[in-house]
């Protein structure tokens, strides 16, 4: 059964893409650095590597925090209030903050950098989109350029440089496309299965033809039954699964009662690694930055699952 809330909020999201929709993006009166804020660091990161010094970027759902379920702190509204642009994901990821969003685009440009992509398939349940994106590489890259397009028209005076900045940052998402590819495709087809606390990795899986299984569902605000975790334990002893993943924003007690449930069986899964999900890793890391979260994802579930790969990653960077 589709909730109220859910309802309401389809409702307001529906609002809202209109308001943002009508509104030009285009400031004639930008003092530099001029201000962006954004929600999640995948975003914020994308944009500090496409405008440089040219504007201050603001994130607010920093690492380790659940964004679908994120309650905004009052810093947190000034840092909106304050800004002259937003970006966020949309698709529902941050869910709490729908109505301080829509509030802000009465004001300013409130751009949602996921959704109106061109030539590229929403991955959909029975009652909701799933966000995820940044999971699949070449779909990052074309909110890349949605990213850069917006940033061009807002700020037209340096368009040049946000376009040919974005340009090399792409040779360098191209060049993690092909290591995951290549990682992923090293794995035994038989153990190309990822399970995860969440499903978050659907386009991981669509992209790289890995099969993927979430013990929770597309939002960590959904819960996973008994059933769920029965199923599961199932699925892993009969495919002899070695091992499942914990993520960095999610509480792993789902994942543990999935292990414990098969070694109840005489299955014993170990803990693949912990994966970075819906927030990057630590300010000024490597894992801190979309890149390095990919990569420390890919190169982690590879080694797991009993892949060839890079020791420390693609770029040789990953901690220990």
Request: aromatic share 8%.
């Amino acid at each position: 059964m589709i909730s109220r809330l859910f309802i309401v909020s389809l409702f307001s999201a529906a609002l809202f893409s209109s308001c943002v929709t009508k509104k030009s993006t285009e400031k004639t009166d930008l003092e530099y650095p001029y201000q962006i804020t954004t929600t999640v660091g995948m975003i914020a990161d994308v944009i500090g590597e496409i405008v440089g010094d040219r504007a201050k970027v603001t994130n607010i759902i920093g690492t380790g925090i659940d964004p679908h379920s994120y309650l905004p702190a009052t810093t947190d509204i000034e840092d909106l209030s304050s800004a002259d642009v937003i970006f966020y994901n949309g698709l529902h990821l941050e869910g709490k903050l729908g109505a301080i969003l829509e509030k802000q685009a009465k004001h300013k440009p409130v751009i949602a950098v996921s959704e109106s992509l061109t030539d590229y398939d929403i991955i959909d349940d029975a009652s909701e989109s799933d966000p995820h994106l940044w999971m699949d590489i070449s779909a990052w890259m074309k909110v890349t350029e949605n990213i850069t397009t917006q940033l061009s028209e807002f700020d037209p005076a340096n368009a040049a440089t946000y376009r040919a900045n974005s340009e090399t940052y792409q040779k360098r998402l191209v060049e993690l496309d092909q290591y995951a590819r290549q990682s992923f495709a090293s794995i035994p087809e038989n153990q190309r299965v990822l399970v995860t606390a969440h499903d978050a990795f659907s386009y991981l899986g669509r992209a790289y033809k890995m099969e993927v299984r979430g013990i929770q569902g597309i939002s960590t605000e959904s819960k996973a039954g008994q059933r769920d975790i029965t199923e599961l334990v199932t699925f892993l002893v009969e495919n002899n699964i070695p091992a499942i993943f914990v993520e960095s924003s999610v509480p792993p007690r789902s994942v543990n009662a999935v292990i414990e449930g098969a070694k109840a069986r005489g299955h014993p899964v170990k803990i693949g690694g912990s994966l970075f999900s819906d927030a990057m890793g630590p300010p000024n890391t490597y894992e801190g930055t979309y890149i390095g979260m990919l990569d420390h994802n890919i190169t982690t579930i590879t080694k797991a699952l009993g892949g060839m790969t890079h020791n420390k990653g693609l770029n040789e960077k990953l901690s220990d």
